[in-house]
């Protein structure tokens, strides 16, 4: 058990452009979340898989925001159009569920997003 | 939408005190994390709980269900406590993430 990996750790990049970060779950895990976290403030929900369908998005997910999960295994994120508010940490965490229990979240080590 | 308050935002204690750290919520779940997060931005799961009480080594945690409340305990603190500790809530079903509470950044002297 490797743990949740994110890739990249830290991500520069200019306003306008197009990023896309990778998260790889625990592999027994059928539950994948997306957080964002700013400074100071906890993290906040951004979208989540079970298996490869995405059952839930939240309203801070904007249209430039988009996430697939296309084999129910790793999970990308992608930002297009970046805008210097979409700087934050970007946490993805997973879990083993099944109906409305869910074991332990555990989480990467998130992906840090800097927009110029 | 749940609200999830933690209390104190910060707290400054010397090496061995015992340490409390709270959070209130307002809608019932069916889920309540404490969670550890180190300058960095790893998150890790101290505990999982729904009734009762849990212990792990030093820490401690408790949950009221009826008063929408949880603690969480440190006994015979260290320095390498030092980290934010987040309260995260889950309102239930399973597909709606987390609600999280913004954390309170412990600091402990030796």
């Known amino acids: 058990d490797t743990g949740v990996s994110q890739d990249p750790r830290h991500k520069i990049t200019k306003r306008g452009q197009n990023v896309t970060f990778r998260c790889d779950p625990i592999?027994?895990?059928?539950?994948l979340y997306w957080y964002r976290q700013t400074l100071g403030q906890g993290p906040e929900f951004l979208t989540y898989?079970?298996?490869?369908?995405?059952?839930?998005k939240s309203r801070l997910l904007s249209d430039r925001f988009s996430a697939e999960r296309p084999k129910g295994s790793f999970s990308t994120l992608e930002i297009q159009r970046t805008e210097q508010g979409d700087s934050a940490m970007y946490l993805c965490?997973?879990?083993?569920?099944?109906?409305?229990?869910?074991?332990?979240?555990?989480f990467g080590n998130g992906t840090r997003l800097t927009v110029t | 939408k749940n609200e999830v308050e933690q209390s104190p935002q910060n707290l400054t204690a010397q090496e061995g005190e015992f340490i409390t750290i709270n959070c209130s919520y307002s809608?019932?779940?069916?889920?309540l994390h404490w969670l550890q997060q180190h300058p960095g931005g790893g998150i890790v799961s101290l505990f999982m709980?729904?009734?009762g009480k849990k212990k792990h080594g030093r820490l401690i945690a408790t949950i009221n269900i009826q008063e929408k409340h949880s603690s969480l305990h440190i006994t015979a603190s260290h320095p390498r406590d030092s980290a934010v500790y987040i309260c995260?809530?889950?309102?239930?079903?399973?597909?709606?993430?987390?609600?999280f509470g913004k954390g309170t950044h412990l600091i402990i002297q030796p």
């Open positions: 709980l729904s009734s």
């Open positions: 995260a809530v889950n309102s239930g079903g399973g597909a709606d993430g987390l609600t």
């Open positions: 898989f079970q298996n490869e369908a995405q059952l839930e």
């Open positions: 592999s027994e895990h059928n539950r």
């Open positions: 809608v019932g779940i069916s889920a």
């Open positions: 965490a997973s879990s083993l569920g099944t109906g409305s229990s869910d074991s332990p979240l555990h």
